[in-house]
């Protein structure tokens, strides 16, 4: 999410909660496997398109979540 909010391109696991959260706003990639990894990097630096388009919706993924939300959520929860 911190990536997300401020814009940055994302790579994340596939095999995590990560990929689960990131799914369509982030390229995921199997942690274990170093060329899936790299690969990745490198689209991403070769690619202006692709590297706009995760950018905006990873800023769009960030909206979805806030501390506030989260809290409203905890109370709904517990009240």
């Known amino acids: 999410m911190e990536a997300f909010s401020h814009g940055v ?8 909660s990560c990929g689960e959260i990131a799914e369509g706003s982030a ?8 060329k899936e990894i790299g690969e990745a990097i490198l689209k991403i630096i070769n690619n202006d398109t692709l590297k706009e ?7 769009d993924k960030a ?4 501390w506030q939300k989260t809290a409203k959520g905890f109370l709904n929860l517990v009240c």
């Open 9 to 16: 391109p994302v790579i994340a696991s596939s095999t995590t």
């Open 27 to 34: 390229l995921l990639i199997n942690p274990e496997n170093y």
């Open 53 to 59: 388009e995760l950018t905006a919706k990873g800023i």
């Open 63 to 66: 909206r979805e979540f806030s």
